[in-house]
């Protein structure tokens, strides 16, 4: 069993920054793909951004040049840094882990953006 915990998300303006983390429970973080994803109101869930455990990295276009996925194994956590933010990424954003082949989401954090 995986626990997955996010943080960090919040009310900003167009144009600033914010910094999502999502910690996880257990001693495996490190074999672990992680992702994160987001569902705005009324839409489904879509990929954002993935790393897998030898850090290679896939962004979703919305993300491209704007957000940036890492992962410190040490601290069991990953991070979402994002960058010039729009109202259309105004979104909860969930934190996805895959370990032998089974996911596993935490509970989300809401990423508002107002002009």
């Known amino acids: 069993q995986v626990q997955l915990v996010e943080s960090g998300g919040g009310l900003v303006r167009a144009g600033e920054s914010l910094r999502l983390s999502c910690t996880a429970s257990?001693?495996?973080?490190?074999?672990?793909?992680m992702a994160w994803h987001r569902q705005a109101p009324g839409k489904a869930r879509e990929l954002v951004a993935r790393?897998?455990?030898?850090?290679?990295?896939v962004y979703a276009d919305p993300a491209k040049g704007r957000f940036t996925i890492a992962r410190d194994n040490a601290k069991k956590t990953v991070y979402l840094q994002m960058n010039n933010l729009k109202p259309e990424d105004t979104a909860v954003y969930y934190c996805?882990?895959?370990?032998?082949?089974?996911?596993?989401w935490g509970q989300g954090t809401p990423v508002t953006v107002v002009e």
């Open positions: 996805n882990a895959m370990n032998m082949g089974r996911p596993y």
């Open positions: 257990g001693s495996f973080f490190s074999t672990y793909d």
């Open positions: 790393i897998t455990n030898t850090d290679g990295v």
